[in-house]
């Protein structure tokens, strides 16, 4: 293998990520883990994400077909989608918060009462159990019952069945068999996260593996012990100061690696940019999430999609639907929009095959610069 260099990791990153558009079990199964956001800017986080990936793939797809697919949404190094044999691999789960007796006694009721039912929407356990409200993690008021059943689903007595207009409706889960091995399930995990990401800084790497905690709080003094079985199996590279991991029988520097011209415009979570450390190695400025920013702290926009274009991510785009026509800003960090017209042509098309996926005509789309 030839010295590695950081255009090679680049371009590695993006072939082995942006790779042909193939069926949507397909897809997952080669992501290994499709991260879900609830926000729609102008789609959420993993339709965003899957467009680029699968064949004719259409806003909501993932949702319709949930079912029918051989996948579970569950806490992974953060929430998603996954295959059902990676999600087995994390159970049973032990919750590193205890519940009370009294907690127990609930879930066990709502428990008996999902069994009976075979699928419950959350209303149906409020309107059942009258559990009341409760405060949510960012200082809201919501319903209790709908917390216990995250609760449930989490610790594994639950899992998702379906989804009613974005709402989880629920079904028991039922016990996988045998307890996985703790050290070999660790390694298939840890497996999964680098081939998600690589080729990845070692140190973002490492960051990953132990945000397993996520997915096994029961394994969390077994991760650092992981890790080092990770990083002795895989191959690496250190480049101006920085050590560089990806999956044994890979080749970083390999010919195959072609950068194609197509524009694309990429979820906020989706893997080409999820690693911001990897990110500003790559491209040479900082991409930050904005949707929590308060407004007038924004320097790019509520949602920014950023921009891949001939393999360099230069700019981004906020996107909205404003009487049946997709609206874009676009911006560039490094002064103004390009003007010549293969990325003018790129960009339409871009937006074109967006509108398509919003389930909008081709042509309903427009755009303009957005105000520096």
């Known amino acids: 293998m ?57 806003a909501g797809d993932l949702e319709r077909r949930y079912a029918r697919l051989d996948i579970e949404e569950d806490f992974f190094v953060n929430y998603g989608f996954l295959p059902r044999s990676t999600q087995q691999l994390m159970h049973p789960r032990t919750a590193r918060s205890e519940w009370a007796p009294q907690r127990w006694a609930q879930a066990q009721a709502v428990l008996e ?20 409200k409760t405060l949510n993690w960012f200082g809201g008021s919501g319903n209790a019952s709908t917390e216990l059943l995250d609760g449930m689903h989490y610790r594994g007595l639950l899992r998702v069945a379906r989804r009613d207009s974005g709402t989880r409706v629920y079904a028991v889960r039922d016990a996988d068999g045998d307890t996985p091995d703790p050290d070999a399930a660790l390694d298939r995990l840890a497996d999964v996260v680098l081939a998600k990401y690589a080729p990845l800084p070692e140190r973002s790497l490492s960051d990953l593996v132990l945000h397993l905690r996520a997915g096994v709080p029961q394994w969390a003094d077994r991760r650092q012990a992981a890790l080092k079985r990770l990083l002795a199996r895989t191959p690496q590279a250190e480049i101006d100061g920085r ?39 790559f491209w040479g400025w900082a991409y930050r999430f904005e949707a ?81």
Request: glycine fraction near 6%; aromatic fraction near 10%.
């Open 2 to 58: 030839p010295a590695i260099k950081l255009d090679h990791l680049r371009r590695h990153a993006l072939a082995r990520s942006l790779f042909a558009p193939t069926t949507l079990p397909k897809a997952i199964s080669r992501l290994g883990f499709v991260q879900a956001d609830p926000l729609r800017a102008p789609a959420r986080a993993q339709d965003l994400t899957l467009r680029h990936r699968v064949r004719d793939y259409r």
């Open 113 to 132: 009462f999902v069994r009976q039912r075979g699928e419950v929407h959350p209303r149906e356990v409020d309107a059942e159990f009258a559990h009341g």
């Open 243 to 281: 050590r560089w991991r990806w999956p044994a029988g890979e080749n970083p520097a390999s010919r195959r690696h072609r950068i194609d011209d197509r524009l694309r415009l990429l979820a906020p979570f989706d893997p080409v940019v999820w690693d911001r450390r990897r990110f500003e190695a």
């Open 292 to 372: 929590y920013t308060p407004a007038a702290q924004r320097l790019r926009g509520h949602y920014a999609l950023p921009l891949l274009w001939q393999g360099s991510v230069d700019g981004w785009a906020n996107l909205g639907v404003l009487d049946g026509r997709l609206q874009a800003q676009v911006g560039c960090q490094h002064g103004p929009l390009p003007g010549d017209k293969a990325w003018r042509l790129a960009l339409e098309a871009e937006l074109s095959a967006l509108a398509v996926f919003l389930g909008l005509d081709a042509a309903a789309f427009a755009w303009r610069a957005q105000p520096r």
